[in-house]
DNA sequence: TAGACAGGTCAAGATGATTGACCTATCGCA
DNA sequence: TGCGATAGGTCAATCATCTTGACCTGTCTA
């Protein structure tokens, strides 16, 4: 996540260059996705490498704070990840108390997940980050256009599917 | 790229399960977001796997596509990584004579990225995937919703500058 | 009771990023 | 003419992570 000394240009940090966002013809919605998400994903990549965390860990942040008790298997399906590539990002929450793991009383083989206090404001800080960027743009394009990117993104997630 | 054996489950490969795209409040542009940038690099993936190449050499050949002739620092400002972390993926493309790197003659220490026939192919067809995803995307939304993607997008890139 | 299911773990090998240092040319300008 | 900035290229150590593949325990359920 950190730029090499030998990369940085004695400008200041990240200047991001004056990267043109139009007549990419019809590219330019690829680049667009490329240069939103990147720009969605930066604040909280930062905030957790201070922590020595990777973007793995504030996924599976997300996803266990909107399904709370969500189980091991239906994690790794919607991370689509293996069970070994999820193993350790996820041990090391729990190492860190930031994330709970306990027996289903009903089905004893099931483990409910859940984000202890610590986690649960960790997660509220990374995603807010992006919940404010979205919010800040949707505010200026005006609510038919934030309608318009939700379609578009239904659609793709929806269309890969088949 | 690959599912581990003991992460597959029976059924097929890669279910990508059945995650509902809707209900997640004012967390779902970010949901929504994921999965659809993990759907439109899903197949370009699959496919640069098979030739052992990863994400970044698609970056590379579709920032090279669209503005031949950029120079190696244009190239790691516009990708946002290191020249060390630019250097290991470029040289190998070259080495495969999908990227080339000629002298310019009026700037001597400058060098002119372009691609080969062979790199515009693949280029193209990598591509190829990500553009029929979203014209496919517009087609079912319409344009209105399309123009809105875009804006959000654009929105989301610059705010980012700030 | 057998087999499927949920979960957890280990080990080896490959890959890739990161930091940090160094090197060559070349160009522009004072 | 000579110095500093620019463009480019490379090496090496470290660290993290993913991958494949194998193995293990319980717990349900038909």
Redesign the pocket.
Known sequence: ???????R??GTEAPSAEVQLSDWGENEPLALLYFGFRAVVKKPDQELARH???R??HRILFFIARSPGL?????LRTLD????????????LQRERLVQ?VR?P????????TLTPRGRALERRLSGYQRGLFAAAFRSVGPADAQGFCAVMRALALEARS
């Open positions: 996540m950190k730029r090499s000394s030998g990369a240009v004695p020595g965390l990777g793995v860990h189980g091991t298997i239906e994690l990840v293996s069970k070994q590539a999820l193993h350790g990002p996820l041990r090391r793991s289903d009903d089905n004893a083989r099931q483990r409910r997940l």
